[in-house]
């Protein structure tokens, strides 16, 4: 019961967005700063140092202070700057509230110098290496000048010869921080730069473990991971039944010793893409080797896939595989069949392989089709309609 309270309240202050929960948690962690702050003011006040109007004035004006920051942070207003944090804005607003209790706390106005280390300390792993430079000389600034002032009209209480010894100390301090914050933004930067070199590097040996070089397409490892993929699947729920074609460019050795090899690799693209494009998008068409490409055709029957080959044969006509040669038109032989359940992947690879030499050997430019349970040869070519042998 205690728990769940205590997670509703959090809820309640923080939010419960990660991000913005841990915005508004860094916030008002900070904001014990301003709490010091009023402390030392009602201190001051007590032994006389300080009239309690000018504490009363200035602790509103840090309540609302924290208030106007909690407000855009749990709005979410934040969010629409580049720095959803607003660290910098808050970094300095804090060392305007730290001047002015430093311009209106009097004998004890030196005690609130370990408050300027400390604000900036909680915004020396968020800002960036400009920002922290920023904050560094406003805060030298906005204290030089605070003290000039307060040595002039109050000089019983701010001695030109110890504001002189505190500026020494905040020009000194302050810079070293800011130049600490620098420092670790630069490494930060320096680390995410890295994660993303990382990311990409181990981006590149996903596609280069997957995908073949040429042809975008799956290579013929990953391939054999999917088949495996769907061949479990199948096994649990008994349906979801598919199929296996191997696709071989007819002649491609002819075309690679007449045209060359960049004609071939151009040849070999264009085919990859064009499957790709024409299959179903739960088809996956892989490069098995060479000029030959196995597809696995997902949730569908012989008669079905053999009609998805049809329209991949049909596109072929309609499209230019080389560049400069607009009448090279290859076709292709292929050997399809269905998986059936329960039986090694190998054999079914096997029996699509030897219906594409079938193909081949029946004038190319045609599909032979072997039923996984019967294994009996259909065939299909030249674009006509399906002729069971």
């Known amino acids: 019961m205690t ?8 809820d309640l202050i ?13 916030s008002l962690m900070a904001a014990s700063v301003y709490l010091i702050c009023i402390a030392l003011q009602g201190y001051a006040c007590i ?3 300080m009239h309690w109007g000018d ?9 609302l202070n924290v208030l106007f920051w909690y407000g855009m942070l749990r709005a979410g207003i934040n969010q629409r700057f580049a720095d959803p944090a607003l660290t910098l804005p808050q970094i300095l607003s804090a060392l305007t509230v730290i001047a002015g209790a430093y311009a209106v706390t009097g004998p004890v106005h030196g005690s609130t110098l370990m408050l300027l280390a400390l604000v900036l300390v909680f915004g020396i792993f968020n800002m960036k290496a400009p920002d922290a430079k920023l904050a ?27 504001e002189i010894a505190h500026f020494v100390l905040v020009a000194a301090i302050v810079p070293t921080i800011s130049s600490l914050a620098a420092q670790l933004s630069n490494l930060r930067a320096k680390l995410q730069n890295q994660k993303e070199e990382l990311t990409q590097a181990l981006n590149r040996i996903q596609v280069l473990a997957t995908r073949d070089e040429l042809t975008g397409l799956y290579n013929r490892r990953h391939m054999m991971d999917v088949l495996n993929q769907h061949q479990k699947r199948l096994t649990r729920s008994g349906h979801h039944r598919f199929c296996l074609a191997i696709l071989d460019i007819d002649h491609f050795k002819r075309i690679n010793d007449t045209y060359g090899h960049n004609v071939g690799d151009e040849v070999l693209r264009n ?39 049809e329209r991949l044969r049909e596109h072929l006509h309609n499209v230019q595989l080389a560049a400069n040669l607009p009448d090279l038109k290859p076709t292709f ?16 690879i096997e029996r699509a392989d030897r219906a594409l030499y079938a193909a081949k050997n029946g004038g190319r430019d045609r599909v032979v089709m072997v039923d996984g349970s019967a294994h009996a040869p259909q065939t299909q070519g030249n674009g006509h309609p399906m002729a069971v042998a």
């Not at 923080?14 to 860094?26: A, K, N, S, V």
């Not at 504490?55 to 309540?63: D, H, Q």
């Not at 032989?333 to 079914?348: I, K, Q, V």
């Open 271 to 309: 085919f990859a893409q064009a499957a790709a494009t024409v299959m179903r998008e739960t088809d996956v068409v892989a490069r098995w080797g060479g000029e030959e490409f196995l597809v696995l055709l997902n949730d569908t029957q012989p008669g079905a896939a053999a009609i998805g080959l």
């Open 333 to 348: 032989s292929a050997g399809l069949t269905d998986y059936a359940l329960s039986e090694p992947l190998h054999s079914c």
């Open 47 to 49: 032994i006389g140092f």
């Open 14 to 26: 923080l939010g419960t967005e990660p991000r913005q929960r841990l915005r508004i948690y860094r």
């Open 3 to 10: 728990s769940s309270l205590i997670k509703r309240t959090g």
């Open 136 to 162: 560094g000389i406003y805060t030298v600034l906005l204290m030089g000048l605070t003290m000039l002032i307060k040595s002039q009209s109050e000089a019983q209480h701010y001695p030109i010869h110890l």
């Open 55 to 63: 504490a009363a004035l200035l602790s509103s004006l840090i309540v």
